[in-house]
């Protein structure tokens, strides 16, 4: 297959090497400084994109991919709002697109787990439920779109909890301290939530690749469930592998749900 990378920072150097490792072509790099590259033969010949930017950057990316006739599996997270119009730009111009919030099988285990446990839980009302989610300083938006995907697992299932409401984002150093400075530049704080309504926190704190936190807690006990990423390989390899499932000219929008067959 041959892929064109969208967005050539860590990721995208981690999904070039997974890629050639698994015998695709690389036949171009596009990030900041090369954006002409779009109208390059060598982007249009691609069979796929893969890519992985910014909230800012990443809408215009699709619609490039779009217009080359170019499928485009979608890393970046942070643009969700906009997912209705871009379905509908999508269909019009019998285009494919893949896009998941974190491509990790184990997150998207994960997610399906939370979905199980909330649907048990609705017996079960002494439990109150939280989220928290930690990821590396340079992360731009907050909560994190896997966050996101959790919480939307948990309050599509759980009666109690109608929808989410981030309550904090906070800066840490790498013991964990509160980084008071960059708390301060940011203006965090904490924010009430109503009692239907699930209380997601976020940190950033180092290089975390990764790590959400889904916590039931009772007056007699608690119970916590955790997803640790070790590293970026985990997203960068299941991109790869969406992108060699999107290989055989699927037409449409596609998720992990699809690439994995879980029933929701």
């Not at 150093?173 to 009692?195: C, I, M, P």
Request: hydrophobic letters at 40%; glycine letters at 8%.
């Amino acid at each position: 297959m041959k892929i064109a990378l969208i967005g050539y920072g860590k990721m995208g150097h981690i999904i070039e090497e997974i890629a050639k490792g698994r015998g695709h072509e690389v036949v171009c790099a596009i990030d900041i400084n090369n954006q002409e590259d779009f109208e390059s033969e060598a982007f249009r010949s691609a069979d796929l994109a893969i890519e992985f930017t910014t909230p800012k950057t990443c809408l215009a990316n699709v619609r490039k991919c779009l217009d080359a006739g170019v499928t485009v599996v979608v890393g970046s997270t942070g643009w969700y709002d906009e997912l209705p119009k871009v379905k509908e730009e999508v269909e019009k111009s019998n285009g494919s697109l893949f896009w998941a919030s974190n491509f990790s099988i184990g997150v998207n285990v994960f997610v399906a787990m939370q979905k199980f446990v909330a649907r048990i839980m609705n017996s079960y009302p002494q439990y109150d439920v939280t989220l928290s989610e930690t990821h590396h300083i340079h992360k731009l938006d907050s909560p994190s779109g896997t966050a996101i995907t959790i919480a939307g697992a948990i309050t599509d299932n759980l009666d109690r909890k109608r929808t989410w409401k981030e309550t904090a984002a906070i800066w840490q150093h790498e013991d964990q301290s509160v980084d008071v400075a960059r708390n301060a530049e940011v203006g965090t704080d904490f924010k009430s939530h109503r009692d239907d309504e699930l209380e997601v926190i976020a940190f950033r704190r180092g290089e975390v690749p990764g790590i959400h936190t889904v916590t039931y807690d009772s007056d007699v006990d608690t119970i916590t469930m955790t997803h640790s990423a070790k590293s970026r390989r985990g997203f960068a390899l299941g991109a790869v592998v969406a992108a060699e499932w999107m290989g055989d000219g699927k037409k449409g929008v596609f998720t992990m749900e699809d690439l994995m067959k879980f029933n929701s």
